[in-house]
């Protein structure tokens, strides 16, 4: 007789095998490559044991990368969550032109990551930039400022382009979490409460805390693990100011065509990354992994 | 305790006007239904009172106070909705003490408030629960004591027991009842249960499309209704409405519309057979109810069943020919406009 408590394996297999084969696999694969000196130009690949993990932690870019990496973390996940809450709040009342400004909103989010960082070189353009150019109108600069050339700059600046394109995913799944508290129980707080700040730290942030933990998880792996941004706008530079961890992987894969090497970096902002959600969860205690008690 | 006066008040939402010019005045302690059918305003009418709906024209004053510019907070009334509304991540000791927290009430007078309220409506096992470890009355009984909490001048009541099954809603309106006595507040209560409105309210205002249609005691209202709405709509099981030309030769159905003759289903008498002033008709269907029975009659020229209650277990059976005696001193004659005219 066939039963489905037989073989439960041999059931899921048809589900596993693909999930094996494009998320295990390309994992098993990188960490095969960590251990080996894997060079395009030679053709043998020794095993060279934890010599990749020891070359890349003892290089001379590997502290700036991580402090840039951490830092840039640090601003954009929570600028994200941030705004991104402030804007659905705002977006959720209902006024004229409302619809439309909602378009406008998520328009960052159909944009390749790509064309946002070209759109925003020229909003940083030290001679033909929008920001520029605004500033001086405004009479607050007397000269441009080189938001993407400075050293001390150019970190602020990416994280700027990174949080605009990121902010609409935050602004749709708040607008989701808002949309689901009882309206009436909004109701009830104006009854009981007159100061809009009491209410919303009271009544509405505890519905949003679940969608904020996870916003905030995930916009911190998305700034820990950021690439394209950098590769497009600053290539790194100045020196290695605004060299992410994520794109030094890109960098000695591609660049130095030391796969070895690359491959440990990876798996280097792998455990950074995995002790990053350990924390974030940890120091915001949240209902979300809760038990539901029955009543 | 405090009045409540609404002076030519308006509200409309784009183009639909859903209360209309209304002026109404609720003394201290009453306790008023507003009862109608779905989108007569009656929900519309409480939300304004307690600040929820900003009102397009006219004067509300709690108290004697304008209150039409004061918020929802500052209006001294306490609200209990359909959906209990309750904090979902507050027990129900924070649900309760909640807005007393807000205004800096000191913590031993919260405790102390809230133990009161849950001792009046017997929550005291409860406080430490979350919502979601409640059942639904117990969940409208934590939305009661968060209001009792308050010491509201004015109750309002959006539906409170829509919610429950029968049982429970029979058990809660007794429990408002007892309240009301007890707190000696003034309290509004909206519901479409005309069964809730006749029972708790010392008077009911009666609405329909916007407007009141009728306000007075509850058995004023059904026993003087003004017009053939207010008659319809209290009464349960519906008063039966037949077209009449004449009264009181008891000719049905020869000019319909003319004039309406409405009778309560224990108005109608049942006769042994024919007589001067019965009417023929045939059983379609019976209702037992116990201590009742319910018999929907045909009659020849009348196109909707009319219903006839009996005391006791009628031995009828559906199918059979029945005499009715339809008497119109029982009941009421109205005009083709539907107001109601002396016999």
């Known amino acids: 007789m066939w039963s489905i408590n037989r073989f439960p394996i041999a059931w899921l ?73 402030a804007i659905a709040l705002f977006l959720q009342r209902r006024f004229f032109g409302s619809q439309i400004i909602r378009s406008i909103v998520l328009l960052p989010w159909v944009l390749p990551g790509a064309i946002s960082a070209v759109l925003w070189v020229w909003v940083f353009h030290p001679s033909f930039g929008v920001l520029n150019g605004l500033l001086m109108n405004l009479g607050l600069i007397d000269e441009s400022i080189p938001w993407l050339t400075s050293p001390k700059l150019a970190l602020y600046a990416v ?58 998880v995930y916009n911190a792996l998305t700034a820990f693990t950021s690439y394209d941004l950098v590769y497009a706008m600053t290539g790194g530079g100045p020196g290695t100011a605004t060299t992410l961890l994520s794109f030094q992987i890109w960098r000695e894969s591609f660049s130095m065509y030391d796969f070895g090497a690359g491959s440990a970096v990876a798996f280097i902002v792998v455990l950074i990354s995995a002790a990053l959600i350990i924390a974030i969860t940890r120091a915001l205690p949240s209902d979300l992994f809760a038990k539901e008690e029955a009543s | 305790m405090a009045s409540v006066e609404l002076e030519q008040v308006s509200k409309s939402f784009g183009k639909t006007e859903v209360i209309k010019d209304m002026s109404l005045a609720i003394k201290e302690r009453e306790l ?4 109608g059918p779905s989108g007569c305003g009656k929900s519309t009418l409480l939300r304004l009172i307690a600040g929820l709906e900003e009102m397009s024209a006219g004067t509300l004053r709690i108290g004697g106070k304008v209150m039409n510019q004061t918020p929802a907070a500052d209006r001294g009334v306490a609200m209990v909705f359909q959906s209990y509304a309750l904090y979902p991540h507050m027990t129900v000791a924070e649900n309760m003490g909640f807005a007393l927290k807000m205004i800096g009430t000191p913590r031993p007078e919260i405790d102390r408030k809230v133990g009161e309220a849950a001792e009046i ?20 009984r934590v939305a009661i004591g968060r209001a009792i909490v308050r010491k509201p001048d004015v109750f309002l009541f959006d539906e409170p027991l829509s919610n429950l099954d029968a049982e429970l809603r029979a058990r809660m309106r007794v429990e408002i009842a007892r309240l009301h006595k007890e707190l000696k507040t003034t309290m509004i209560y909206v519901t479409h249960d005309q069964v809730e409105a006749m029972t708790l309210a010392d008077r009911i205002v009666l609405l329909n499309k916007g407007r009141i249609e009728q306000q007075g005691a509850p058995l004023d209202l059904y026993e003087a209704p003004v017009n053939k709405f207010v008659a319809g709509f209290l009464g349960q099981p519906r008063m039966n409405f037949i077209a ?99 016999l």
Not at chain 1, 165 to 171: G, L, R
Not at chain 1, 188 to 204: L, M, N, Q, T, W
Not at chain 2, 32 to 35: D, E, N, P
């Open chain 1, 13 to 85: 297999l048809p589900a596993l095998l693909p999930v094996a084969f494009i998320t295990i696999y390309p994992i098993a694969h990188a960490l095969w490559t960590s251990l080996h000196q894997v060079m395009i130009l030679f053709p043998v690949e020794p095993f060279v044991g934890l010599d990749n993990y020891k070359r890349v932690l003892t290089s001379d870019y590997f502290i700036d990368a991580l402090r840039n990496s951490l830092l840039f973390t640090v601003i954009a996940a929570p600028s994200v969550v941030i705004l991104g809450v």
């Open chain 1, 159 to 216: 994280a700027v382009a990174h949080v605009w394109t990121q902010i609409p995913f935050a602004v749709v799944l708040v607008m989701a979490a808002l949309a689901s508290i009882n309206s009436e129980v909004l109701e009830a707080g104006e009854i009981d409460c007159r100061s809009p700040y009491k209410r919303f730290r009271h009544i509405v942030f505890p519905e949003l805390k679940a969608m904020v933990v996870v916003l905030l």
């Open chain 2, 32 to 35: 008023v239904v507003f009862v």
């Open chain 2, 121 to 140: 409506l017997d929550l005291g096992d409860l406080l430490q629960r979350k919502p979601r470890q409640l059942s639904g009355g117990q969940r409208q």
């Open chain 2, 244 to 342: 009449v030309t004449a009264v009181p030769d008891n000719v049905i159905g020869a000019a319909p519309g003319a004039m309406t003759l409405g009778l309560r289903p224990d108005a109608i008498g049942i006769l042994d057979g024919p007589r001067s002033g019965a009417v023929a008709g045939r059983i379609i269907v019976v209702e037992q109810l116990g201590t009742s029975t319910l018999l929907h009659v045909q009659l020849a020229g009348v196109a909707d069943l009319v219903t006839v209650e009996w005391r006791g277990k009628a031995a009828h059976k559906a199918g059979a020919d029945i005499w009715l005696g339809l008497d119109p001193a029982k009941g009421h004659l109205f005009a083709a406009d539907g107001r109601r005219l002396a």
